[in-house]
C-alpha cells in the first residue's frame, strides 16, 4: 500500500501542492487535471526525483527515499517527456534499463522480447528508434516501464500526442496491465480514464480535490465525467 | 559489472571521443617528425658497445669504433668528463629559492630542510656513478626536454582534456537524452554516477594509455634509445634551467631513463585520474557537459594564474601541488623542484594529496546529488 500522507511541495515560494493525503492500493488510479495543476509534481515525489517540503510518502509503513533501491524496485514509470537512446533498437533500450533495473541479462532478453511482442514491437525490435513514431516510442516507453513487473506501475500523460486510434489501443493496453498492481497515470483528457479508472483523483488550486470511483464522482448530477470535469474546472480550462 | 559494461559502450561511441584520439595522435606524429636527430641515434646504437659509464673502458671502446664525424665528437665531448656532482652543494639552491620568494619563517625553514635532505640524494647518486652516465652526451638535455617535457606534455594535456570531457559527456548523457527520469528511477537510482565514476575512470585512463603507447612507440621508433635506455637521468650532462641559472639535473632517487620514463607515465596516469575525478564532481552539478567542460578549464586556469596575485603563503605553495601546477612542473617530477615547492618528491606529494581531496568533493557532490530534486 502507497500512502500520501499530507503532502505540500514548494518550489522556491511557488507551492505546487499542498497538503496532499492519497492511499493506493490495486487497480487505476487516474490523475484528472489541468495543466499545471501538479500532476507530474505528485508523481515525480512518487518516483523519488523529487522530494516533499513537508509530509511523507509511505510504502507499507515506510517512507520511500528510505526504502531506496528497495522502492524503486517495485516501481515502473514512463515520464510525461520519454527520453530514449536514438541511435539504439528498442531491444537494445530495453536491455539497458532492464540492466538498469538490476535484471540478470537472461531474464533481461527474454522479458524484453515478451514486451516487446506486447505492445506490437516485435517486427522493429532491432530498428533504430531515430525514425519512429510518437506512438511508437510511447509503447517503448511502457514496455520499459513493464520491465520489472512494477507492482506500482506509473505513466504521466501516456496518451499526449497520440492520435485517437493509437489513444484507443493504448487505453486497452493500459487496461490489460492494470491486474494485480497500482496503476497510477495522469491526463487532461477526459476519455482517456473515464473507462478504466477505479479512481480518479483531481486537483483544484494546488489542493486535492476528490478522489473516488467514476460512478460515484457522476452521482446522479452528471451524465458524464466529462460534465464533472467541467463543472470543477470550468470551460477556459478544458483539455488542451 | 552489467551497468559499467553498458556505460562503458556508451562512452566508447561518442564520436567526439573517437574524433579527438584520432587528432591527438595526428597531431603528435607531426610533432615528433621534428624531433629526429642522427648523433643522438649513433649515441644509441654506440653506447651498446661502449656501455653508459664514462671512463677508461669507455674511452677505450670508444677509441676501438671506426672513426667517424660522430665518433670523434663523442670523443671530444666524454674523454675528460669531470663529474659535476663531485662536492656539489646544494645550498645555494635554498638561498636562491628564500631570495626570490621572500621566504621567511616556517617556510625559510621548509625550503632549507628540503635542501639539506636533497644533499644526501645529491652524494649517494654522485658515489654510485649516476652523474658518470653518458645519456645523449650534449644532447642530453635537448633530447631529455623533447620526449619529457614536449612529449609527455603534449600527452599530458591531450589525457587529461579527454578525461575530463568523457567524464562530463558520461554525466550529461542522460539529461541531453532526456532519459534521467527513467534512469533516476530504477533501481540504481541516483547510484548510476558512482557507475559512471567508474566507466569514466576507465576509459580516461584507457585513452590516455592508448594515445601514449602509440605516440611513444612512434617516437623510440624515430629516435632509439638502444643502450642509454640504461643511463641515468642524473647524468652530468642532463640540466636545469631555473630562471637564469644553470644547474645539474639530479633526481630524489637513482632513475634509469627507462625507470625515469615508467615513472613519469605513473604521474601522468594519476593526474588523467585526478581530472576524471575533478570532472565527475563538476559534472555533477551541472547538466550541459560543454558548460561543464568550460568550467574546469576555468577553474583550472584560475588555479594555475592564482599563485602569480597571492602573496608567498603556505596556500600559495599548496595550489603549486594540484594537477595543474604539477604538470606545468613536469620536467622536474622527481627532482628537488627548485623554488616552486617546499616538500620533498612533491610530484608524489602533489598527487596523492590531489587525489586524495578531489575524490572527497567528489564523494560530497554525490551527497549533495542525491538529496537534489530532480527538475
Ligand atoms: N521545478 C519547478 N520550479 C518551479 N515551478 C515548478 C517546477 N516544476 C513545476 N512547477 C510548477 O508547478 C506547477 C505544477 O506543475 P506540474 O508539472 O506538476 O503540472 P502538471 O499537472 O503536470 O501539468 P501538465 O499537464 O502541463 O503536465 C506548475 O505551475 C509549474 O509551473
Ligand atoms: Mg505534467
Known sequence: ?240 | MTIIKHELKKIIMFPAIIGFVVLAIALNIVVITTMQNSYTDFIAVTSHTTGINLGAEFNKQLAELEPSLYRDLLQLQTENREDVLYGYTTDYIADIAVERRELSGLLEQLMRSKYQRFQSAVDAQQKAGDSMTLYFADATYWRHQALFNHTMGLLLFQGISIAALIMLLSLGYESSAKTDFVVYSTKVGRKMNNHKLIAGTIVGIGVYVLIASITLSIYFTLNPMGGVWNSSVSSGFNFVRDGFIVRPFVTWHSFTVAEYLLASIGISIALVLSFSLMAHAVGLWLKNSYVGFFVVVALNGTLFLLPFYLPTTMLNFAISQTPIWLIMMRDSWFTDGGSNVIVPHFETVGVIGSIVVLAIISFWSTLRFNRRNMV
Open chain 1, 1 to 240: 500500500m502507497l500512502i500520501v500522507d499530507n503532502v505540500t511541495k514548494k518550489f522556491g515560494n511557488f507551492t505546487a501542492l499542498q497538503d496532499v493525503t492519497l492511499e493506493f492500493s490495486n487497480g487505476v488510479y487516474g490523475l484528472l487535471a489541468p495543466n499545471g495543476a501538479g500532476k507530474t509534481t505528485l508523481i515525480k515525489m512518487l518516483t523519488t526525483l523529487i522530494f516533499p517540503t513537508k509530509g511523507q510518502i509511505l510504502y507499507d509503513g515506510v517512507e520511500i527515499t528510505k526504502l531506496d533501491e528497495t522502492y524503486r524496485n517495485i516501481l515502473g514509470y514512463l515520464p510525461q517527456e520519454f527520453g530514449y537512446y536514438r541511435n539504439y533498437s528498442p531491444m537494445q533500450f530495453l536491455i539497458y534499463i532492464a540492466a538498469l533495473k538490476g535484471i540478470d541479462s537472461k531474464t533481461a532478453k527474454h522479458k524484453s522480447l515478451e514486451l516487446l511482442e506486447l505492445v506490437a514491437l516485435s517486427n522493429v525490435k532491432d530498428k533504430k528508434m531515430r525514425k519512429f513514431s510518437g506512438g511508437m516510442i510511447q509503447r517503448v516507453g511502457i514496455a520499459q516501464a513493464m520491465l520489472n513487473d512494477p507492482k506500482i506501475l506509473i505513466l504521466d500523460e501516456p496518451t499526449a500526442g497520440l492520435d485517437p486510434k493509437e489513444r484507443v489501443r493504448f487505453r486497452n493496453l493500459i487496461a490489460s496491465l492494470a491486474k494485480n498492481r497500482t496503476v497510477i497515470l495522469s491526463t487532461h483528457i477526459v476519455s482517456d480514464i473515464e473507462s478504466i479508472a477505479d479512481q480518479v483523483i483531481m486537483f483544484k488550486d494546488y489542493k486535492l480535490h476528490c478522489c473516488d470511483s467514476p460512478v460515484a464522482l457522476k452521482g446522479d448530477k452528471f451524465d458524464t465525467l466529462e460534465d464533472v470535469f467541467m463543472h470543477i474546472y470550468g470551460d477556459d480550462e478544458l483539455s488542451a
